[in-house]
Nanobody
Framework: QVQLVESGGGLVQAGGSLRLTCEASGRTFSNRVMGWFRQEPGKEREIVAAISWSTGSKYYADSVKGRFTVSKNNVKNTVYLQLNTLKPEDTAVYYC????????????????WGQGTQVTVSS
């Protein structure tokens, strides 16, 4: 019913930047929150950032606060994640997700997921 497609991942050196894009399509009218998650090998999937469609309120994980910026374009039904000052520990598969809840920080609170895009940061 809802399709999410991430793009923008790649290989960058430490200190570099990337801009991730998540395009939503299908029956997106029930989406309230868009989240960005990441997962490293051997680790649990963790939330990176989230943004509310209605209020624009944002949430950031402590590990990325001050370096990453989440934004949205309501007309395009698209969300972005600007990754600045990247560190090797940011290396992970980054996923876009959509939730029908007003506030959502846990993975099980999200209803739809993209296929993920790989971000690799070299030292």
């Amino acid at each position: 019913q809802v399709q999410l497609v991430e793009s923008g991942g790649g290989l960058v050196q430490a200190g570099g930047s990337l801009r991730l894009t998540c395009e939503a399509s299908g029956r997106t009218f029930s989406n309230r929150v868009m989240g960005w998650f990441r997962q490293e090998p051997g680790k649990e999937r963790e939330i990176v950032a989230a943004i509310s469609w209605s209020t624009g309120s944002k949430y950031y994980a402590d590990s990325v606060k001050g370096r990453f910026t989440v934004s949205k374009n309501n007309v395009k039904n698209t969300v972005y994640l600007q990754l600045n000052t990247l560190k090797p520990e940011d290396t992970a598969v980054y996923y876009c997700a959509a939730s029908g809840k007003i506030a959502a920080r846990r993975g099980d609170e999200y209803d739809y997921w993209g296929q993920g895009t790989q971000v690799t940061v070299s030292s």
